[in-house]
């Protein structure tokens, strides 16, 4: 089934509750990347909790997510909109380490907890809103929990897992967001609580194949929340050879002369999905002409 995102509301509208299957974006961000299974989790995660955050956008803004831990895995950066569309890779696709002491993906290992978490959101306009947090464990999900607290003030509880197969595919992905609004009551919050704490790892409700709504409903028990939209989820990248172009056009004329005389031709690559644009000759050329004139 094709991934997509439930938005909604909870306890009679005082917690808002997003959940998402993320398990075909994650997967093809792993076959383009060839991810390990470490990194898979890792980016895999950012990757699930960047869409939900795109989800709470509106119109044409953006977000990006960056961990810079200082683990073997090198930063890792995410960029989603409010339409479902996310990205995502990690410096060393190829990290994998052994299990952790609770035989789960060491995803805190992989990301490293000396550095932070960022979250930058483009509202257009020249609109910019930049949050940061210290790294708490680098497993993503506590992680986003503390940077809610203390960079935007929402008490929250994020759960996030990805499920990997012994041939490195993607099994399942998804996870949830939950944030209490400032008109919640102590007894609504006191209920989400013993909730929270009584339900299984959001890695084990993906593993049983729970659908977002499910996960919602084994959070909140099914009377309790209303599902205001559904939407789908893709991994999406709006790199194009124009927008590349305008990127070597900033180098100036003399450096693409430079380019032509010692290359004869340019090439760049996207970081988040690896396709590669190529530049003739002619077209570097057009582009000193274009400067020029
Ligand atoms: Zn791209």
Known sequence: MADYLVRGLAFDGSIRVFAVDSTETVGEAQKRH?????????????????????????GDDKVVLKIDGGGPLGPVLVDSNANGGVRGYAKNPQTHLDLNAKG??????????????????????????????????????EDLT????VSEQVPSSVGLGVLVDTDNSVLAAGGFIVQVMPNAEEEAISKLENRLASIEPVSKMIQRGLSP????????GGDNVEILDRMPVKFECNCSKERFAEGIMGLGAEEIGQIIDEEGKAETQCHFCLETYNYSKEELEAMIDELQA
């Open 213 to 220: 709504e499910a996960i919602l409903n084994e959070i909140f």
């Open 34 to 58: 060839k991810m390990w299974p470490t990194a898979t989790a890792a980016v895999g995660r950012l990757m699930t909790g960047g869409v939900m955050l795109g989800a709470m956008l509106k």
């Open 104 to 141: 789960k993906l060491d995803v805190g290992g992989a990301v490293g907890t000396d550095g932070m978490l960022s979250v930058i959101k483009d509202l257009g306009m020249r609109d910019f809103f930049t949050g940061q947090s210290p790294i708490v464990s680098g497993e993503i999900a």
């Open 146 to 149: 503390y940077y809610f607290a």
